[in-house]
């Protein structure tokens, strides 16, 4: 029995399909991407999108996907050091300019369509969260911190500052000093009780 699966993903249709993705969103906004117009600059049928993304957000995932992946924890051997590169990728993510065109729109849609939030969140967010949660195990598993039983709480502070400057600009720019203090708030995190505790 060969299951539900399919055929197996063409990866050059998946990059042309996330590459004409981009080309809309940057040349016409958000509200342009629709799946008629990338099957067409992807060179492709509706089927084949439609066998990847049923709406314009699905579509934009997979560009998220694949444009930025999302390993996105660095491995230094120093937890500081780990989180003050994350942060550096952090803000170049939401100075992108596919992120900028991409963001309010899938927020929107997100307000609209809880799918489509439960797809952003289960291909885009939940890897990456992971990934800060493997970076802070690594920590722990070199004697810097205790094990941090609630991961997530350390990716929201790291995150969640500078996606509201991103959602908000008139509140300034993603600066030094707020990269500095999301990094204080996520160490301090770590040595709270049922967080971790600095090593050394």
């Not at 100075?95 to 899938?106: R, Y």
Request: one cysteine or more.
């Amino acid at each position: 029995m060969t299951g539900i699966r399919g055929r197996p993903r063409d990866g050059a249709l998946d990059s042309a399909i996330a590459g004409a993705t981009e080309s809309v969103l940057l040349s016409d906004g958000y509200g342009a991407v629709n799946i008629d117009r990338v099957a067409k600059s992807a060179g492709t049928t509706r089927a084949a999108i439609y066998r990847r993304a049923k709406t314009r957000g699905e579509l934009v995932v997979g560009l998220l996907v694949s444009r930025f992946g999302f390993d996105a924890a660095p491995d230094s051997g120093d937890l500081r050091t780990d989180l003050k590169l994350l942060q550096a990728l952090q803000r170049a993510f939401f100075a992108d300019p596919v992120i900028q065109a991409a963001l309010a729109g899938v927020l929107s849609d997100i307000a609209a369509d809880a799918a489509l939030g439960k797809v952003v969140y289960e291909r885009f967010m939940a890897p990456r969260r992971r990934s800060v949660a493997a970076m802070l195990a690594r920590a722990a598993d070199r004697g810097e911190i205790e094990a941090v039983e609630r991961p997530d709480i350390v990716s929201d502070l790291l995150t969640g500052p500078l996606l509201l400057r991103a959602v908000l600009p008139i509140i300034g720019p993603i600066e030094d000093s707020l990269l500095a203090a999301t990094i204080e708030a996520a160490m301090n995190e770590c040595a709270s009780p049922g967080g971790g505790r600095p090593g050394g």
